[in-house]
């Protein structure tokens, strides 16, 4: 029996018994949609990851303060020092870029409001660079004078409809919806220690604020469209150290330093260098942390894969259940034409036609079904992936890989009564009640 007029006698009778054949792909259905996703989600983070590495540096240190760690007034901390000493040490590195960051009141004519505000150094430009720049960025000579200069950072909004989760969080979303409604570069605003900030300090609560001019904004990328996954800055508001320092923290103390290495392979040499030198500047003391950026990502990535593992197990379980289905399918259309086959049997059809006849009815249901799943798999990357970025990305195996895989489970379930149809005897057949 030549494949055409198998392929055409299958869709027959799958035409033909709708519902018996609409309970066989169902099951197949499901599991072939949760490969779908399963495989966008892994083929996505993985692009997604790639992209994050190219973006922060895939040479990158970061270097912050030990949260767990009980300060016994031994180590001086992390500092501005430990940054100077890193870039005299290790004068070849790319990126040495220290950043504090405090709670602060913000005031422009009658708006008041508070936020996180950053110090930093030129280098933080060099790390995770996404903003489209109007006005300047902070310069070397605005660091040297301590000059009272600020850039804000205006928040993108979105391409798509913001997430309702979003909308709960309301985080900076005072100043935020400011700097996006009003255009204050070239603007003064009033910058000083908030009221809580001033109280940790031990400070008076109407600590003074200073003027400070806005001579940059950093325009973000929407936010569903935004390649910073491993995280944004959380800052509104950056300045250059030396004036953050001055005006509102008084201090040299650090949140962390990024160090870009310049070459990937060199990053075990430069993260045990760093630990031996910071370790000897704070008398010995572990309150600091040294953390390969390409680790805490696989560390990410392998979380996001044992999640994944839970949606393939129940794309698995439902193919099972649908592979037995097709396989009690395949049974019991056996048994209603045991006469018909014995019939093509004595006209001369082989036991390969035979056998053919029924694998190839049943890896249709897995196609129809295979597909059905990948259409149902592709609508729901479409609906998560408006909060999901790494959703977005789309390769052209992920459908036709699931729908094999509907396939091949299909033929594996009914191989064996085809192989068995194909053994009966024609005479036995024929006598068949």
Known sequence: MILGIALKSGLLEIARHKTRSFLSFFAIAIGAASFYLSFSYMYGGKRQMEDGFNLAGRARLDISRDSAYMDRGISPGLTYADAGLIAKEFPELNVISPKSSQWARVSYENFE??????????????????????????????????????????????????????????????????????DLLGKDVLIGVSGSAAMRQGESRDRKQHLFRVVGILEEPPQDDDPRWFGTSGDEIIMPFSTFRKYLSGSDRLDGITVDCGDA????????????????????????????????????MSRIQEQLITIIAIGAVALLAGGIGIMNVTLAIINSRVKEIGIRRALGARRADILLQFVVEAVLLGFIGGSAGTALGWVAVDYLSRDEQSLRYFAFWIPAVSVLIAMAVSFLFAIVPAWKASRLEPVDALRYE
């Not at 060099?126 to 300047?136: D, E, F, N, Q, S």
């Not at 004078?145 to 979303?173: D, F």
């Open 265 to 300: 392979k060199k990053l075990p040499f430069y993260k045990t260098a760093l630990e031996k030198l910071l370790a000897a500047r704070h008398n010995g003391e572990k309150d600091f942390m040294v953390r390969d950026f390409a680790e805490q990502m696989a560390s990410i």
């Open 113 to 182: 409001a508070e936020s996180d505000v950053a110090g930093v150094l030129m280098d933080w430009a060099k790390i995770g660079w996404v903003y489209k720049l109007r006005g300047r960025f902070i310069t070397q000579d605005d660091i040297d004078s301590n000059s009272k200069v600020c850039v804000l950072i205006q928040e993108g909004g979105w391409l798509r409809k913001k997430p309702a989760w979003r909308k709960l969080w309301k985080y900076q979303e005072k100043l935020k919806s400011f700097i996006k409604h009003n």
